[in-house]
């Protein structure tokens, strides 16, 4: 007996000693004269010079920990990338600690985010998956419970058709919490009647927010005909979800490519960012990418990026168990990838194009008048998406030593 526990204390001091670590000193600082909360701090763990396979990740300020998240981007069993976010008063710095570790950690955060996609079955207890890939000829949207992933914040939620409109529809809510796990996009009675959110918008051909489209010259196009689709989620959180959406060999303007959107998501926020990626540089093609023109909505540009509406709508075909939604939506567009403001009947758009342009991240937005805690005239709307937009200028400024 006391053979067998030496042994089992060796083992353990050997397993022990086996373990690896790096720590860092992350210092972060907010140039800006406004405070952020819950800014998005994002670390590329192949920047650092760490010589093993990270399992876990501790950040610290001070004796503070912070909730944070390992995120796998290309499946290969490695994390790639460390995401948390962070309030940070106007014109401040800090320090912060980041320890790395060859240990997998039971740290177990509550999460702030969520995201599913469900294989509809008869019976009702639909399927979670994680990934589904279709050839382009298929019909699957109907077979998908709310029609593709759904991601969500305590704020907000969204949800991505599997299809060739490939387009961004919305839950908005009446209280801060998480839903979807519970409602799964369809809420019952029973959960409306103690305060559920549910979809605010019906998107009908849209871009609805601020999905990026094909343009033919006079409007905006869906992404077809394809080899392949393939929705995936790749994180659910506790700190950010991460949507992918690829289209492979879409035949657009004489050319086949691939296109590769990422839709992120983090915790506290109503926003999020859309990352666009294409297999090859562009050439002459042109894309377009804006937001629904609600009947009888009205709009605010800048003409540099920014497009926002306020407008009210039945939410679905169905008028009678139904009342009219107020919405607000908003895109904002990095400035060298737009071309001319383009509206068409169903849109208010920019056209996107580059020769040479490869990838590019833009942000979309919303806000419901179901929302407690939300905007609740297109003035303020307005007002809020520019200082939105002034924000997504003014990044965190981060700087790691070892």
Not at 55 to 64: H, P, Q
């Amino acid at each position: 007996m006391i053979r067998k526990l030496l042994t089992a204390l060796l083992t353990l001091l050997f397993l022990s000693a086996e373990a690896e670590e790096s720590v860092f000193q992350l210092g972060v600082i907010n140039k800006w004269q406004h405070n952020k909360k819950d800014e998005p701090i994002v670390i590329d763990l192949k920047q650092l010079p760490v010589s093993f396979t990270v399992k876990s990740a501790l950040v610290l300020n001070g004796t503070e920990e912070i909730a944070s998240q390992l995120d796998d981007l290309n499946n290969d069993g490695c994390p790639d990338e460390l995401a948390f976010v962070l309030d940070m008063d106007a014109s401040s710095e800090r320090i912060l600690q980041i320890r790395l570790s060859s240990e997998t950690s039971n740290n177990v955060y509550p999460s702030r985010v969520y995201a599913e996609m469900l294989l509809s079955e008869k019976n009702g207890k639909h399927q979670l998956i994680q990934s589904l890939t279709t050839p382009g000829s298929s019909d699957v949207y109907n077979l998908l419970h709310h029609h593709g992933p759904a991601f969500e914040s305590e704020l907000v939620a969204y949800r991505i058709y599997f299809d060739r409109k490939q387009t961004v529809d919305i839950y908005g809510k009446f209280k801060k919490q998480l839903e979807i796990e519970a409602s799964q996009f369809y809420p019952t009675d029973e959960q409306l009647a103690r305060g559920f959110g549910d979809d605010v918008l019906r998107v009908s051909g849209s871009c609805g927010l601020g999905t990026l489209k094909g343009w033919n010259g006079s409007k905006a196009i869906h992404i077809e005909p394809v080899d392949t689709r393939t929705e995936t989620i790749l994180a659910t959180g506790p700190v950010r979800t991460i949507v992918d959406v690829i289209a492979r060999g879409w035949e657009y303007e004489g050319n086949k490519r691939d296109m590769h959107v990422r839709y992120i998501l983090y915790a506290g926020h109503r926003d999020c960012e859309v990352k666009v990626k294409w297999d090859k540089p562009l050439k002459d093609e042109v894309f377009a990418a804006g937001i629904q023109n609600i009947k009888g909505s009205v709009s605010h540009s800048d003409n540099k990026g920014l497009v926002a509406c306020w407008g009210t709508d039945w939410p679905v075909n169905d008028t009678v168990k139904y009342a009219k939604e107020t919405v607000g939506l908003a895109i904002s567009l990095p400035e060298n990838v737009i071309g001319e403001q383009k509206n068409d009947l169903a849109n208010y758009l920019y056209t996107v194009k580059g020769k040479g342009l490869q990838t590019f991240t833009y942000h979309i937005n919303f806000t419901s008048r179901k929302e407690t805690f939300g905007y609740d005239t297109p003035e303020k709307w307005f007002a809020y998406v520019s200082e939105w937009k002034k924000s997504l200028q003014q990044p965190l400024v981060i700087e790691i030593k070892k």
